[in-house]
């Protein structure tokens, strides 16, 4: 005798590590209108839940709780969970003040920063994701797929089940993937998402990426989105493709294969903040081993016509409604709304400021020494983003204190590890000579 399903609602939070945090609760405890209580340390959890003390959530404090208020656009049957509805939430206070700490709040409020200007930017999330078999990590990793090749059909085979069973989920939810494909790496694959609204799309990213995840355990895989899983293979990216639109026409180029103004200073304003945010594009200590212009990823604030040696690669030989920039410096470990965060609010500074864009990297030029130095290492990324007024002008202090927290935090579990640990590099360099 099969037990009947209780109905339940998959409470979905944007956080700053997983992308969405949450909870199953009983679908008639949370309908439309309501609203149901989460601690703030959402925003202070790492990836293995190590808890940084931030100023809206501490150890002094009790880490209260906030409220989450469903955005009901975002409702969906999940078909593949029986009885299972999801819904993504915005987190408030008790007297309804939006939670400015939230990465989905801030983007919210960028969003509104364009709609003023009557522009709609437009987003489309790209992954590169390794896929192995389920097992203790210490054994080895197991990829999925026997061959290396891009865009290998033989591979495309071997994957074509999980692929289709994905696509078809994505789809059954209202979030359409233009492409699946293997890329060059053992058990490497990318997936790309139809390009939405920033706010929408970031939604659908946030849970690709999950959904896709939780597929793969199903089937005893393991699917990770760590920016370096191999030091000689490539890094994980997780690229955007952007453009805006203005009266519901993309505006990005003049109708000539040229950008527009507004695109110029757009992407302007990338190029000029990316420095500053650099660390929600490359958010982890492993980030920035990602960061290896032998593998197509610049080391510098560079844009250039379709040319993937640049941070930008701005793509305007196509039709005037498919002209757009691919940000190429994001890696796939970032949560969607951080992305959209960084991208948004440099986009948003150089229109503001109409800021005037820089010679293009050209085929020729040295790129290690072409444009803006990019920060090497989390420390400096952190240090960037706190001293930045253009990310307080554009993110908000009360989110640059609350994330810069936890990358600290981030920088100093593994301080705590350092110093705790004689590791394999220290026994071969020192115990036989010293």
Known sequence: ??????????????????????????????????????????????????????????????????????????????????????????????????????????????????????????????????????????????????????????????????????????????????????????????????????????????????????????????????????????????????????????????????LSELASQYLAGLVASMGDMTVLFNPFLNSYKRLDAAFFVANRATWGYDNRNAACRTILNVPAEAARVEHRRPGADASPYLVAIGILAGGLYGISEKLKLGPALMPDDDIATSGQYLAATLEEAVDAFEASAIARDYVGADFVASYAATRRGELAAFSKWWRGNITDWELKRYMEHI
């Open 1 to 258: 005798m099969s037990i009947p399903r209780v109905p339940t609602v998959r409470l979905e939070i944007p956080d700053y590590d997983l992308g969405l945090r949450g909870k199953s609760v009983r679908a008639d405890s949370l309908g439309s209108g309501k609203r149901a209580a989460m601690s703030m340390i959402v925003y202070g959890l790492s990836v293995a839940d190590d808890v940084t003390d931030t100023p809206i959530a501490n150890a002094n404090n009790g880490y209260p709780d906030a409220f989450a208020i469903l955005d009901e656009s975002t409702r969906v049957q999940l078909p593949w969970y029986p009885a299972t509805e999801a819904v993504i939430a915005d987190m408030i206070h008790q007297d309804d003040r939006p939670v400015l700490e939230s990465p989905r709040t801030v983007l919210k409020n960028l969003g509104k920063g364009f709609k003023d200007r009557g522009l709609t930017p437009i987003l489309g999330y790209e992954y590169e994701v390794y896929v192995s078999h389920a097992g203790e990590i210490t054994d080895g990793i197991v990829p999925l797929g026997r061959t290396i090749s891009a865009y290998s059909l033989l591979r495309l085979a071997e994957t074509s089940d999980l692929a289709e069973e994905f696509m078809a989920r994505m789809e059954a939810i209202n979030i359409p993937l233009g492409a699946f494909h293997s890329e060059l790496g053992p058990g490497f694959l990318e997936f790309t998402l139809s390009p939405a609204p920033a706010l929408e799309a970031a939604d659908r990213a946030a849970r690709a990426k999950q959904y896709f995840r939780e597929l793969c355990a199903e089937r005893g895989l393991r699917a990770t989105f760590m920016a370096k899983l191999h030091m000689d293979q490539s890094g994980s990216g997780g690229h955007v493709h952007q453009s805006i639109l203005h009266e519901g026409s993309n505006v990005f180029s003049n109708g000539n294969g040229e």
